[in-house]
Structure formats: structure tokens, C-alpha cells
């Protein structure tokens, strides 16, 4: 272990890294602080960026733009009452009433601080729990890694947006574009349409980047200028007395716990991490009356539990392949862009690049510390950057990146043809997420199945005979139903404190 | 369109995209132990009808009338039919040419329809060249892509 600790710290003591480390959480901050660009929006935009530098490089901007933008969507949830990234919807709960009472710089230096603890503390669990699972998970093989990926497709369950159904037609179109190309066990060629463009297959890069981040602008821009009618606050004083930070030590705990808890489960996202901690910090404190109108411990909860998400998340992505959120799996993508496979083998195989991303990881939670407490005035700026500038460079954005990745037109034509499939399936309520799920899980669940088929004579009975496979697929099960326990869970504090739960 | 209605669309689309993929696979070869390269997109489709077919029997089982949704705007084809402009555009007259241009327009579409293009035409001839500038200096100089 001591021997992967400093291969990584030899990883990242370059110029090179330490720069992409701190464009990344600037870059997080300043999109989150965007008006209608989320995380996802700016790790999927970033992404044609990372082909040219190194693999560390590449992950450790990305995930610096995931560090920065969990904080980043507090700034204009406190300001506005908007928050910059869902994740930050809890966050306005407090966050703006403090505002209201004239203490909007205090609310930001809180959520910074909460944030980088949170962050740090995720890193630190993500650092002690990701080695020793992936080496029990290097005992995998086929029909193991197949109960893995349906593990893993069955998160399509908590990604839907109403119907459920609608969710897994989405995956299994995913699936389906995961197949175009040659055949990985005979090379034989499917729904190519005799083009030689799709004999490597569909581009994933341009289908996340196309229903990710184009088909959300085209659907923003759409949208037309909904008026924010709510009054804008100034940063003012940031100061915090010992007093305000004794308050905040025990919501901290409690959000980087259930932060971190809630990361790992594949299932849950960063604003349900958030929220539950902010109902938890509720009921454990002493004054549960001053949530909802300014409260200390509620911004400190909501901001320290998005924040250890991130920790958490990277654990079954790295260790298993298998992303949580749609963050995650662009960062998936990253890395199988770079000829990398996450999974168990990448630990064993390339320490440096998982050490350098726990470590590096760290030092983009610091770096939140500073930019957010110096930055906080200039960043205020952005959330009223106007539209006109904003969507058309976008709209370059997202296809040019694709244009430099690969060098020709081909996948750029694919981003706007993804990008407006994308637009009519939010038109139709039908989540894209489980689009990009299905298009990177699709190969792992293709080649395994067919594998462990084969070692069993085609008999199915290998999934459930085997125990480490038939545990997963137990989890696998108890992940599909999640979104309902969860529900009936949220529904179930929510009304004992009167609130409502946040809507995705 | 209301939601009812784009349910069943949605099915039977998805249940034609199904019918075409079983019968684009059926003349693939049969893999003798490795179960073909038919076999996956099979399963997938397999799947794809039994999910069709459950939201069009769900919307048949809800009750109660349904939001209609809006379809697209002028604006999003204006902007996909800028985009394909601009795709189609770029590669012969380079990056530098083409892209302020493009920006300056759906800039000024956006700004002209929120009722705001004398404010903005000033502005927007500035920004659109700065951010060209910018982009060409980020992908071409920091990142090391060639752009045309």
C-alpha cells in the first residue's frame, strides 16, 4: 500500500497535473455558478479536453470540476435562491433566508468550509474503502462481472423521472447502441450499415456529450427567459465567529456520513445525499425551529453532505465499473477514452493513476478552501452572466470539442444528432441517463453473459449457483427497488418535518 | 401533444425499432458455443418490448386526464439549423471565420426575441470575438487539438 501511496504522489508531482487540479475546481465553481449548467453539463463539455493530456491529468480535471461545482451550486443558492446544481437544493432551504437577514458572505464561507471538510473526509473513506474491494474483487470472473453489470443497470430504477418504465426503454436503447459495430467475440459486423464510420461503433463520447450537455441547452434555450422574480443579494462580510463554527461541527459530522454512505449506494445522487442530511442535522439538533429560516447547521449539513457524495461515488465506478450517477459515468468514459478499464485490474495494473487520483483528489479539496472564500465576489458575477453570450458558446462548445478529439467531422454530426434525440426524449420525460448507462455498461454485460454461458454449456443456473455472483445479484435487486424504499423513507421524514422533498 | 398519447407513440416506435432489430439479426450467423453475435442485441430488443409494452399498458391503466406538453419552439430549430449551418460551414471556411459569426447570430436571434436586440448588438459584436479567441487560444494552444 505504502509502495501505491507514493507511486501516486509521484503521479501527481507535476506541473502538468497541480495545474489541471486547480483549472478543474475553478472551472466546477464557475460553471455551477452559470445559470442552468450542472455538473453533469460541464464534466460532459470538458471531457474532448482530456484527450491530449495524460490519464491522472484527465481524471483529476474532471474530478476537480465535480468537487467545485457541488460547491459552486451553493453560491447562487444562497444569492438567488437558485441553486446552480440540483444538489445544491437543500442548500437554498437555509442559504437564502440567510441571505435575507443580511448574512449572505457568512452562508458562503459556511457552505466552503463544510464542503471542503466533507470533500476531504469522502476522499479519506473513498482512500481506505476502494483498495480492499477491488482486490476482493480481482476473485471476479465472467458470471461475477455479468452480476456486476446488471448490478449496475439496475440503477436505471432510481434515474427515472416519472414513469420507470420510460427509464429502462432508455437503457435498453442504450444497450442496443452499445452493440453497433464489430461483434467483440467474433468480429463480426452489426447494424454498421455497411458504413466503415461505425465499424468501431457509435461514438459514446459524442452520445454523452450530445444528450448530456447539447439536448439540455437546445431544452434551456427552449425554454424561454423564466424571470428569477426573487431579489439578488450582495457577498457582504465573510467573517465567522468561534461561536458560528462550534455550531457547525456537529452538521458536518452528520453530512459527511450519510454524504458518503448515500455516494457508494449506485442508486443515490448527490441532492438526495444532501437532503437527507439536512433532515438528519433537523432532528438532531437543538434547535430544529430555525431550519427553513436561516440556520447555521442546516447550510452546514446540506453543503457537507453534496460534498462527501463525491467520495463515495467513485467507489463502485473505480472499484467495479460500475458509475452511480451520470458524473461518474463521464468520468467512466474518460478513462476508457484514455484505453483504460475501471474495474478491479486498474489497481492492480496502474496504481499510479487510481493513487494520484485519491491524493489529487484531496489537494482540489483544498484548493475549494481559498477560491471559494477569495473568489466568492467574482463568482456572485457569473450567476448573472446573460443568456445570449452564454447558450451560443455552448452550442460551439459541444460540438468543437468532439471536432478536436477525433479530428473529423463524423462525431460532431453525431453530437447534434444525439443532442436533439436527447431534446425530444426530456420533451417526453424519458431520463438520458440511463441512455449513457446502457451505452457503457452495455459491452461489459455482452461479453460476460456470453462468457459464462459459455463456461456453463448455456446454462443459466451459473448466476445463482455461484455465491459471490448470486450476492451481487441480490444487491442488484435490493438497488432496483431502492427508489421506492427511498421514497417511502424521504416522504416519511419530509412529513414529520413539514417540508417538501426536493423533485430531481 | 398530451402525455397519453406521447406514451403510446413512444411504445410503438420502440416496439417498430425492436421488429427491426430482430429482423436485421435474424441473418447474422449462429455462433455455435458463443451464442452469435445475434444473441445480445436480441436480448436487448427482447427487452425494449417487454418495457413498451408495460408503459402503454400503464398509460391504458391510469386514470385521470394527463398534462399536455408543448412541442418544440422556433428557437430550438433555429439553433439546431445554425448548428448543422455552422457544421457544414466550418470545415471549408476555418474556425476563426465562421465561429464569431455563428455566435454573433444566434446571439442576436436570442437577444432580438427577448426584446432586447438594441441593447445587445454592441455588446454581442465584442463577446462574440473575444470568446472566438478565447476557444481557439484553449483547444488550439493549451490542449494541443488542431482545429480547421
Not at chain 1, 453534496?306 to 478513462?335: E, F, K, Q, R, Y
Amino acid at each position: 500500500m505504502y509502495d501505491h501511496f507514493f507511486l501516486g504522489l509521484q503521479a501527481i508531482s507535476s506541473l502538468e497535473v497541480q495545474f489541471f487540479i486547480l483549472f478543474g475546481a475553478v472551472a466546477g465553481i464557475a460553471v455551477s455558478c452559470l445559470p442552468g449548467l450542472s455538473a453533469t453539463m460541464a464534466v460532459a463539455l470538458l471531457l474532448p479536453m482530456t484527450f491530449g493530456i495524460s490519464p491522472v491529468s484527465a481524471l483529476l480535471l474532471l474530478s476537480g470540476i465535480y468537487v467545485g461545482a457541488m460547491f459552486g451550486g451553493a453560491i447562487p443558492a444562497i444569492l438567488l435562491a437558485t441553486p446552480g446544481t440540483p444538489s445544491a437544493v437543500s442548500t437554498t432551504f437555509d442559504g437564502y433566508p440567510m441571505a435575507k437577514k443580511g448574512m449572505a458572505g457568512k452562508a458562503i464561507s459556511i457552505a466552503c468550509i463544510a464542503s471542503v471538510v466533507a470533500g476531504l473526509f469522502g476522499t479519506a473513506v473513498l482512500m481506505l474503502v476502494a483498495p480492499p474491494l477491488a482486490e476482493f474483487a480481482l476473485r471476479f470472473s465472467a458470471p461475477e462481472y455479468f452480476s456486476v453489470a446488471v448490478f449496475g443497470l439496475a440503477v436505471i430504477s432510481s434515474l427515472s423521472e416519472g414513469s420507470v418504465f420510460k427509464a429502462f426503454i432508455s437503457g435498453m436503447i442504450g444497450l442496443l447502441l452499445a452493440v453497433v459495430g464489430q461483434d467483440p467475440m467474433t468480429g463480426f459486423e452489426r447494424f454498421t450499415f455497411g458504413s466503415s464510420d461505425l465499424l468501431g461503433g457509435v461514438s459514446f463520447l459524442a452520445v454523452m456529450i450530445g444528450t448530456a450537455a447539447l439536448a439540455e441547452v437546445l431544452y434551456q434555450m427552449d425554454g424561454g427567459n423564466k424571470g428569477q422574480a426573487l431579489e439578488k443579494f450582495e457577498v457582504n462580510d465573510m467573517g465567522l465567529t468561534k461561536a458560528e463554527l462550534r455550531q457547525m461541527v456537529k452538521p458536518t459530522i452528520i453530512g459527511c456520513i450519510f454524504g458518503v454512505f448515500i455516494g457508494i449506494m449506485p442508486a443515490a445522487g448527490a441532492n438526495i445525499a444532501a437532503f437527507i442530511s439536512w433532515a438528519q442535522a433537523k432532528m438532531w439538533s437543538k434547535h430544529p425551529e430555525e431550519f427553513g429560516h436561516g440556520s447555521i447547521e442546516g447550510i452546514t449539513a446540506s453543503e457537507a453532505g453534496n460534498n462527501s457524495v463525491v467520495g463515495g461515488d467513485l467507489v463502485p465506478m473505480l472499484t467495479l465499473g460500475v458509475p452511480g450517477d451520470p458524473v461518474t459515468g463521464i468520468m467512466m468514459g474518460a478513462l476508457i477514452l484514455q484505453g483504460l478499464r475501471p474495474g478491479p485490474m486498474l489497481f492492480a495494473e496502474r496504481p499510479e493513476i487510481v493513487w494520484g487520483l485519491f491524493l489529487g483528489l484531496f489537494i482540489s479539496n483544498l484548493w475549494v478552501l481559498p477560491i471559494g472564500l477569495f473568489g466568492a465576489r467574482f463568482f456572485a458575477k457569473m450567476t448573472t452572466v446573460p443568456k445570449p453570450i452564454l447558450w451560443p458558446t455552448i452550442l460551439i462548445l459541444c460540438t468543437v470539442g468532439t471536432f478536436a478529439s477525433e479530428g473529423t467531422m463524423v462525431p460532431a454530426y453525431t453530437v447534434v444528432v444525439f443532442g436533439f434525440l436527447g431534446y425530444f426524449m426530456k420533451k417526453a420525460s424519458i431520463p438520458t441517463a440511463p441512455l449513457i448507462l446502457g451505452v457503457l455498461l452495455g459491452p461489459m454485460t455482452e461479453e460476460n453473459l456470453r462468457r459464462s454461458l459459455l463456461m456453463s454449456n448455456s446454462d443459466w443456473s451459473i448466476f445463482v449457483t455461484r455465491p459471490i455472483s448470486l450476492a451481487l445479484l441480490a444487491v442488484g435487486f435490493l438497488t432496483l427497488i431502492w427508489p421506492w424504499i427511498q421514497e417511502w423513507y424521504q416522504n416519511r421524514i419530509a412529513r414529520r418535518l413539514g417540508v417538501e422533498v426536493p423533485k430531481e | 401533444m398530451g402525455m397519453r398519447k406521447i406514451n403510446y407513440v413512444i411504445g410503438i416506435l420502440m416496439l417498430l425499432l425492436a421488429g427491426y432489430v430482430f429482423m436485421t439479426s435474424s441473418t447474422y450467423p449462429s455462433g455455435d458455443k458463443t451464442l452469435g453475435p445475434a444473441f445480445f442485441p436480441d436480448l436487448a430488443a427482447g427487452g425494449l418490448v417487454f418495457f413498451s409494452i408495460s408503459l402503454m399498458v400503464q398509460t391504458a391503466l391510469e386514470q385521470g386526464t394527463s398534462e399536455r406538453i408543448e412541442g418544440p419552439g422556433v428557437i430550438f430549430w433555429m439553433a439546431n439549423g445554425a448548428l448543422v449551418a455552422y457544421l457544414l460551414i466550418m470545415p471549408i471556411l476555418g474556425f476563426l471565420t465562421t465561429t464569431p459569426v455563428f455566435l454573433y447570430g444566434v446571439g442576436m436571434y436570442m437577444a432580438y426575441k427577448a426584446g432586447e436586440g438594441k441593447l445587445w448588438w454592441k455588446k454581442l459584436i465584442a463577446s462574440s470575438v473575444i470568446t472566438t479567441g478565447a476557444l481557439y487560444y484553449l483547444f488550439a494552444t493549451l490542449l494541443n487539438v488542431p482545429l480547421p
